[in-house]
């Protein structure tokens, strides 16, 4: 059994610290707040695993064998420097700081540099699956060097979520590949969600649904391709009523998303590799959007609110939907895994598409039961675009006309549906032989000398007539 250092002892940190003792490892606890570190320690006396409350940085670090490995769940950036500032200098050669927050992963890769060149090692890894799934098994995904990977292996996959008792925890690749695999991961997540709040918006909007009815309709997607976690959750927030007015707590939450910027990062990075996030753009804008009350306020008093149709009857609406929302989710997991892809390919990471999909069927926020259809799908043919596999060649040829009526509908009652449409627009234009940039290349030639390749003459560079 392993004994770590585990630092940061927020919710996470805590959860995590009692999965690993009930998992027989022991754990040091480091926080700046002794009582919390004691609190675990208090709640965690009945497990299998020690834990013990550790006074002062010193105190943790001489509590630790030799090689040692510390986990490090604070808030990415400034806290978590300082806690590398605070400990690095107390540590020895061959020492490990792993890094489990949302961390972005050009940080990841300085940090690594920085750390080996003092003769320490540094892993930076992604967990998934909130408090819930740090204290019974969340998904972990890691990046770093494989001695740093061997040194905490054990325990990590120990504690993280099992798909059919195989770990939901994995390394990928050298320097930032973990934290870059979990930014994509939250980029889903952010797509996954903003396509739950569509449909929970078609509801409400179009067919008068009142919030239980919706969770309804949602706890029914559960006995199909949708069957995720999110799906699961959207059910239950649905259903909920607000124990202070006894209204449906749904109508109780203001309208206004928060966000910490993986969504972000996900869209900036996909930008500059040059792959495809629509969708997750999407999302990101929406809850931008969202945020900004005051300016929807003023946009409605100054062009008047909305004002929304009807869509129809509602129980065909409704299936339709579904189907829908099958289409565009294998568009958004299509996006994400190129995106994943070109990273790659551009990093030189040698990332395998398939394992990280199994890491993804339990755990974390994403899990949902076409995640391993994915990893098999990956394992079949790791070249091949998502939709292209068979299974989800099938599922978009079933539920694309789906996607494209849903949103002609929604458009037509000017029913927002930002993340649904980028679907349908990415698969369109996936489907597209002939496209309308020779128009994009002969304006470009035409103001700029740019040149283009004729259809004739694929691979020659030429200027249009204008230059003669
Ligand atoms: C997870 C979540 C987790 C966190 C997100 C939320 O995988 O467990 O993604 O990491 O909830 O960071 O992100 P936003 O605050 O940006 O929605």
Redesign the pocket.
Known sequence: MAHVGLVGIGVMGREFALNLAEEGHSVSLLDRTLAKSEAVVDAGADLAGDLLACRDAEAFVQSLPSPRSVLVLVPSGGPLDSVIEMLSPLLEKRDLIADLG?SYYKETERRVTELEAKGLLFLGM?????AE?ARHG??IMAGGSEESWARVKAPLQDASAKFEDDPCCDWFGPGGSGHFI?ML??GI??ADMQMIAEAYGLMRDGWGMDAAAIGDVFAKWMNGPLNSYLIEIAAEVARADDPKTGKAMLDMILDK???????RWSVIEALHLGAPIGMVQAAVEARNVSADIEGRRQGAAAFGAVQQGDLGAQDAGTAALEQAMIAAKVCAYTQGFEVLRRASEAFEWCLDLAAIARVWRAG???RSVLLDDMSDAFAQDGARRLFFAPKFETLMKDNAEALQSVVGMAVTARIEVPALFAALSYFNASRTERSTANMIQGLRDRFGAHTFERVDAVGEKVNGPWHD
């Not at 992604?126 to 909130?130: A, E, L």
Request: some cysteine; proline content about 4%; aromatic content about 4%.
């Open positions: 949302n992604g967990i998934s699956g909130g799934g969340p998904a979990k991961h939250n997540e952010y998303a928060g966000q910490k910027g993986t969504g974390c926020i994403i």
